[in-house]
Each structure stands twice: as C-alpha cells, then as structure tokens.
C-alpha cells in the first residue's frame, strides 16, 4: 500500500522560507508518478500549488510563482516544496498528493503552515 508522510511545516513570519518533504513508501514507481502539492485554508476549498510530472515539467498557481519551488528526487521517493517569501496568505494545511495514470492517486496527512504577519 502506498504511503505519503509529510514534513516541515510550522510557524513562519512573513517574508520567511519553509521546506516541504514528502516522502512515498510501499509498492509504487515513484518515478512515473506525477507529484503535487495541494492546500486548504480553513473554510476554503482544496486549491493546487504546485505539481511536477515524471519528466519534470512544473506547474505552478498563479499565487505562488516566482516564490515557491517544486522539487522530486526519485532515488529517494521524495518531494519537496520549498516555499520563499511566504505571506500570511500562505497559511494552510498543505497535502502531497501522488498520481499515476487513471488507476492509483494517494494523498498524505497533511501538513500545517502558519505565517504570521
């Protein structure tokens, strides 16, 4: 069974960095797995971050751009996030999500981001 744990959240100030892990375990192909990073904020819906395929093509919502970067490193099953220049804005609980064609999606627990202003 594949497994998503997170990592790295916390309490930030606004203007400061956090790095996101996500680490997959159980049967998987990592590698062809397209990785995401989702969000929601109390009382919102589940929004996209950010999301990287196989081939390492990123995407990103318009919100973080230029601030945020997606990362995967397939030798260890992880994805990462590293978030600059965070706003209050940025708070939320933030989930790593795996997708391999129509057959297997995985979510993590989620991990919460605070920034104070």
């Known amino acids: 069974q594949v497994q998503l744990v997170e990592s790295g959240g916390g309490l930030v100030q606004a203007g400061g960095s956090l790095r996101l892990s996500c680490a997959a375990s159980?049967?998987?192909?990592?590698?062809?797995?397209?990785m995401g990073w989702y969000r929601q904020a109390p009382g919102k819906p589940r929004e996209l971050v950010a999301s990287?395929?196989?081939?390492?093509?990123?995407n990103y919502a318009d919100s973080v751009k230029g601030r945020f970067t997606i990362s995967r490193d397939n030798a260890k099953n992880t994805v990462f996030l590293q978030m600059n220049s965070l706003k209050p804005e940025d708070t939320a609980t933030y989930y790593c999500?795996?997708?391999?064609?129509?057959?297997?999606?995985?979510w993590g627990q989620g991990t919460l981001v605070t920034v104070s202003s």
């Open positions: 999500n795996l997708k391999r064609g129509t057959t297997l999606e995985v």
């Open positions: 159980g049967t998987i192909f990592f590698s062809i797995s397209v």
């Open positions: 990287i395929s196989s081939g390492v093509n990123t």
